[in-house]
């Protein structure tokens, strides 16, 4: 069975990405590794919207525990993706973030991608899975 990314309420975050020539892969179009490098980018720019960071969101660190992509188009150098986000089944110690990728080209919508990543909040000095804090749910509401 295919993975299908359902969107079940309304992004509150959006982030221009550009594509960058080092995106492209030998077919000629934005690499299925890359499609996790621009979430990852725009991942940053969600959470510095807050003043916060991976490594201090609202005081834990983050640690990615799985990812999905279920692609839905293609995308090119020049293409500027439009990242939108938002956070949904947050738990003690998890939340998963869902982001919808698309362009526009030729003055027509194109969904690219959509994806799914799962956090965990971390501490990387004990190297263990700690509790969220509430500074950190209050950004993911």
Not at 1 to 13: A, D
Not at 31 to 50: C, M, P, T, W
Not at 101 to 112: A, G, H, M, V
Request: glycine share 6%; hydrophobic share 45%; with cysteine.
């Amino acid at each position: 069975m295919r993975i299908k990314i359902n969107f079940q309420k309304s992004f509150t975050f959006s982030v221009a990405i550009p594509v960058r020539i080092s995106d492209i892969n030998y077919g000629g179009h934005v690499g299925n590794d890359h499609i996790l490098s621009i979430v990852h980018e725009a991942r940053i720019a969600y959470f510095k919207q807050h003043g916060q960071t991976e490594m201090n969101a609202g005081g834990v660190n983050l640690i990615m525990a799985d990812s999905a992509v279920q692609y839905k188009g293609e995308a090119f150098h020049g293409d500027i993706i439009l990242v939108e986000i938002y956070a949904d089944n947050i738990t003690s110690i998890s939340f998963d973030l869902f982001y919808k990728l698309s362009t526009i080209r030729d003055e027509k919508p194109i969904d690219i991608a959509y994806v799914k990543t799962g956090m965990i909040c971390f501490d990387y000095n004990t190297r263990k899975i700690v509790n969220m804090t509430e500074a950190l749910e209050k950004i993911l509401i």
